[in-house]
């Protein structure tokens, strides 16, 4: 009985130990960081890259730690380029702790991910988004650690919709480029020529054009052409597009709308078309990865084929083309919607009607009892004085805020008064408010109202439009007078802002425009102004310029 009691005492013993073990581990499992990397084919100025970015993160959350790299292959594409990111990707993964899985967007990251999959990434769970080569994609989604979200541009619905608005054209006129992307897609519009036997289809190949020869070929087409915008990031004089610029290129060159698959046109000039949602591939792609990590078989994850599509309008190009939104399809979004009376005013309609049935009520009481109302007259003053003030002032800055600016702009321009438009903002804003959170964004934005505020005179006004952008109004066109309080404004930025116990030097891209000079109505006027300051940030920020035409 004695050894059997020492056996059972053994066994207790080791099976506690065994417990406190598999505890200790269950907790240090439970608490060790999940890390996600992100590869992007291109840089985060690229505008789908932010939006993808966003559904991402939207989807991880603050849980797991989400890191970046960029490939930025949209203005880099030589070998060397190639190798380089390798060789930094190599030595920065070689450096910092192990990933749990990895992330790609678009392409370029996708053939990346996939050549040095062994080498980089061996046993890593590899999700893609945004991949446009459909048969690259199955093959590698055979791979039990690759899946993710195919992008197939809506060039069938798109081309049906902008046939039945133009029913007399003959011909479908694609822009595209030689990128990976650009040589991707042209096989990939090419195949509907079948589908719609009743239009020749056609192209403009960027990359073999001088950027005269594009211009002019642009401009040369005529309501019996349907035009869509593909891709266009380069030219045949060497000149690269970054962002929205080879957008905005030809959208302002042509004389016909130009239809859109892709989402970053919307709002530089496109009419519109069925695009492709970037944020729901990104948060598509998160929610694979997120699956894998709370314990779900990565390869029993399928490749999902269905891109997030949604048709999409901008009211603005609508109206200069005639194009009315009942000839749109059921819950297209309009962007840049023009607001009615009541749409615009709801919020103060309904303050006014609280007001007036407020005043009713005092004004029966008031019968009653004369104190009481003086007592609330007075009372009502202040609450007409708020409300003047809200109406006329930016609420976090002070200054004056979006519609006294509009309406001021308006009403010079209605007198034929001769001004400078100055539009600026903060550069690299977002990483305050990503690094250091909205407060001490907040504190900048403010710090930065007090002190233009100080420049402020009879010719120079100060508004807030949004966010970090802010615009002013010099009532001089003497260049020496507006060079003079554009380095006012440059000279507000030169003290550092105290930011979480820290320094923070932050800066500006000023543009200006010169009334009648660069524009004859508002929105061309704030469009050269805008042109401008970012002619200033594609020239390395923190400086000024003049709009200038000959530049487009």
Not at 138 to 164: C, F, R
Not at 470 to 492: G, P
């Amino acid at each position: 009985m004695g050894i059997r009691r020492k056996i059972g005492r053994i066994f207790r013993l080791a099976a506690v130990i065994l417990l406190f073990g598999c505890c200790v581990a269950g907790v240090s499992a439970e608490t060790k960081e999940k890390r996600v990397l992100f590869i992007s084919s291109y840089s985060y100025s690229w505008e789908t890259v932010p939006e993808q970015m966003e559904g991402i993160k939207e989807v991880l959350g603050e849980d797991i730690f989400l890191d970046y790299k960029f490939m930025d292959t949209k203005n880099v594409t030589s070998k060397e380029s190639e190798n380089l990111f390798y060789q930094s990707t190599k030595q920065y993964l070689s450096e910092v702790p192990l990933y749990d899985a990895l992330i790609v967007g678009d392409d370029a990251a996708f053939q990346f991910a996939l050549k040095y999959q062994e080498e980089l990434f061996k046993d890593m769970p590899i999700a893609f988004e945004g991949v446009n080569d459909m048969d690259a994609a199955a093959k590698a989604s055979k791979d039990p650690l690759i899946t993710g979200v195919t992008e197939s541009l809506s060039y069938k619905n798109t081309i049906s919709l902008a046939h039945k608005l133009y029913p007399e054209a003959k011909r479908i006129v694609a822009v595209l480029d030689d990128t990976i992307t650009g040589d991707v897609e042209r096989k990939a519009f090419y195949s509907y020529d079948k589908v719609f036997e009743t239009l020749k289809f056609e192209e403009i190949n960027a990359s073999e054009m001088r950027q005269k020869d594009l211009k002019t070929k642009l401009s040369s087409f005529k309501e019996d052409s349907i035009l869509l915008y593909i891709m266009c990031s380069e030219d045949a004089d060497g000149n690269h597009y970054i962002g929205s610029q080879g957008i905005e290129f030809v959208s302002s060159n042509a004389k016909i709308p130009v239809f859109s698959i892709v989402s970053h046109g919307m709002g530089h000039g496109f009419l519109g078309g069925e695009i492709v949602s970037q944020k729901q591939m990104g948060m598509n792609a998160a929610q694979m990865v997120k699956k894998y990590l709370d314990g779900e078989n990565f390869s029993k994850i399928e490749l999902q084929t269905k891109t997030p599509k949604t048709f999409c309008f901008d009211e603005n190009v609508m109206r200069k083309y005639g194009i009315s939104s009942s000839a749109l399809p059921k819950n297209t979004e309009i962007i840049n919607h023009k607001q009615t009376f009541i749409e615009k005013n709801i919020a103060m309609i309904r303050i006014s009607l609280v007001i007036f049935v407020v005043l009713v009520l005092i004004l029966c009481v008031l019968l009653v009892d004369n104190v009481h109302r003086r007592r609330l007259n007075n009372e009502l003053e202040k609450v007409k004085s708020s409300l003047l003030q809200t109406v006329r002032y930016d609420n976090l800055t002070g200054l004056y805020n979006r519609s006294v600016f509009m309406k001021t702009v308006k009403e010079k321009i209605a007198k034929k008064e001769r001004f400078a438009l100055v539009l600026y903002d903060i550069d690299h804003f977002k990483d305050i408010n990503d690094k250091l959170g909205h407060n001490n964004g907040d504190i900048v934005l403010k710090g930065l109202a007090d002190r233009v505020k100080e420049i402020c005179d009879e010719n120079f006004t100060v508004y807030r439009l949004a966010g970090d952008e802010f615009t002013a109004i010099i009532n001089d066109c003497s260049k020496e007078v507006v060079v003079k309080y554009l380095e006012k404004i440059q000279n507000a930025f030169q003290k550092p802002f105290i930011l979480a116990g820290e320094e923070y030097n932050v800066h500006s891209s000023i543009g200006v425009a010169m009334y009648p000079k660069d524009a004859s109505d508002q929105t061309d006027l704030i469009a050269a102004a805008d042109t401008a300051m970012y002619q200033v940030k594609n020239s390395g920020r923190n400086a000024y310029a003049f709009y200038q035409k000959e530049s487009l």
